[in-house]
């Protein structure tokens, strides 16, 4: 693994289930954050952690949880998905908290709900 | 309120020069990025501003005037590569990235 791995790469799910998008970073790096991008908007925040244990909210949390059980992993669930969630998902990573440094992204995670 | 503003898409010319504007209001800024993504690929990283001043990189550079919230990508000796979507950002002072929507540049022979 080298830089940010997400999984899947692309799935289409049914309206009602649940899902886990997947990132893994072997950077060692402190801040990791999903986004989401959708055409015509910009990326915008899901949820983000500064740090290992901890997570916080970001412009667009609604539908979605996180967890930060270590450095390397910080997977996004939908709980109940929608056809509003319809969208690209990237996971990105920082060695800078508070978005002062470069962010690296995984090649992100193409999700269908229908 | 804060918002970040800039074109939707443009055209250039290979081997031509093109600059890339980019516009924010905001009450308080902790610095501004450009990133470079291609179709179907993940956002990378071009540069970073804090201050004032023009920043160069190869064929790419990057300008900020905090006193103006604008900012612009300048592309030298444009290549067909170079055909991809450009996306600003701040940050803002909470610490989070606003981004723009990204402007598509086409680079037409």
Known sequence: ?114 | GQNIDQPTEMTATEGAIVQINCTYQTSGFNGLFWYQQHAGEAPTFLSYNVLDGLEEKGRFSSFLSRSKGYSYLLLKELQMKDSASYLCAFTDSNYQLIWGAGTKLIIKP
């Open chain 1, 1 to 114: 693994i080298a830089g940010i791995t997400q999984a899947p790469t692309s799935q289409i799910l049914a309206a009602g289930r649940r899902m886990t998008l997947r990132c893994t970073q072997d950077m060692r790096h402190n801040a990791m954050y999903w986004y989401r991008q959708d055409l015509g908007l910009g990326l915008r925040l899901i949820h983000y952690s500064n740090t290992a244990g901890t997570t916080g909210k970001g412009e667009v949390p609604d539908g979605y949880s996180v967890s930060r059980a270590n450095t390397d992993d910080f997977p996004l669930t939908l709980a109940s998905a929608v056809p509003s969630q319809t969208s690209v998902y990237f996971c990105a990573s920082s060695d800078s908290p508070g978005a002062t440094g470069e962010l690296f992204f995984g090649e992100g995670s193409r999700l269908t709900v229908l």
